[in-house]
């Protein structure tokens, strides 16, 4: 007797066949999106802790960078409209004109959109630019899209929930720049060593050597005033650096300048709890540009027990998708490019370059840790943002004082320098580059001699000694 194999049978057989299929395709047809990222090392150096798993109903915040179109045009006009000697100097894009440029491709939008209903997730906004999606879901589901675990990190009382790597479809890879939230820990700000001072009375009067607003502007000719009602500048704040509105009022007081207010806070801000930073950011940059319209912009995140899942990058999400925004920020934070992964970066950048052809102006901090090479280093280890050649930079000096005059002014030993080893050196700064190029006698293996210089201009920093 030979066995015979039935309809039913044969039906069964094919339908397994398909579902290892479909098991293979699903588990198969991925692809890694930042695999340079490296989230073990950040957490090393800036001091996170892993956690457990990161539990399932934890709500996760995600921002999807969609590929933009047309990078090479608004690369071109941002030079033309940011270089003096342009006849397009100042002419900027309003943010209808830039979104009309700059927008995913309609197929990569719905393409990405079919990937996250197939997660039942409907519920998010697509950014004003068209090249951003923002959503939040819990931790299963984001974990299931991605194909991956979150952990929590904690760092003093920060807590953030991070993954080591993540993967989506083949058929929507080409369609993401990445997913912010997801591997990236956050750095370290610029703080500033402010020394405990005894309370000051309303005698209060500066030593004579001290570097106050009006040393600053005095010492750069500055002398204008604002006064335009449409001139408006902002710090950025990330990581619970908040501002005390009386705290800000008294330092006015003490040191007898004009007692103006925030205008706006944008963002969290507890004003019982201020922070160094940002304390000395809000202080002297309205005590150098007085009666100038000033906002607090803090980024930080949305849910109890989480902090903001990208805080850098979803600020500069809130910037494009926000019609009216500061002329100027303030920005005192930063990371290092060998714990950032190019594509990161490069996407920083860029949006660095849509904020710039709406005639925002980005002043960043060069660092704080020099070239941040020990003993025993055998590279410099340049630090981002502040190595875009679309912002910046400001590195540090001080004032040489004598007699109560200022003699001289030198560059600090800590201020942050080098030269990118991602971004290459812009034209602006070729001429000056290749002279102390010339001259240095650092070797030459310790740096890339073809990278952005991490600083343009140098001013003098307020706590240096």
Known sequence: GSSRITFKQAMRCVLLCLLFVLICHSTWALTALEPEQTTRNQASEHGWAQQGRTDAKSRISLLIALKQQNKEILEKK????????????GNYWKLEELSEVIRADSDDLQKVKNWLH????FDYEIAATGDFIALETDARTAEQMLHTEFFDYERNEHRVARASAYYVPD??????????????LPGTGHVASIEEEDEKGADYTPQSDATTPQVIRARYNVNAVGRHPKTLQAVASFLKQYISPADLRQFQKDLRLPVQSVERFVGPNDPSRPGDEAALDIQYLMGVAPGVRTWAWSTAGLHRGHEGQEPFLKWLYLISNTSVV??????????IEDELGRTYMSRVS????????????????????GTRCVESCDRFRPEFPTSSPYITSVGATKYVWSSSR???????????GGFSDVFAMPAYQRHACD????QTSTPAHYFNRYGRGLFVVWIRDCDAS
């Open 78 to 89: 941002f030079w033309s409209c940011s270089d003096p000697e342009s006849f397009d100097y």
């Open 118 to 121: 197939q997660y039942d997730i």
């Open 171 to 184: 058929d929507v890879v080409a369609s993401i720049d990445l997913i912010a939230g997801t591997l990236r």
């Open 326 to 335: 500061p002329d100027l920020f303030s920005i005192s934070y930063g990371d």
């Open 350 to 369: 860029t949006e660095f370059q849509k904020a710039a052809v709406r005639g925002i102006t980005f002043l960043t901090a060069s660092g704080d840790d």
């Open 406 to 416: 200022i003699v001289d002014e030198v560059a600090t030993s800590w201020t942050g």
């Open 435 to 438: 002279v102390y190029l010339n």
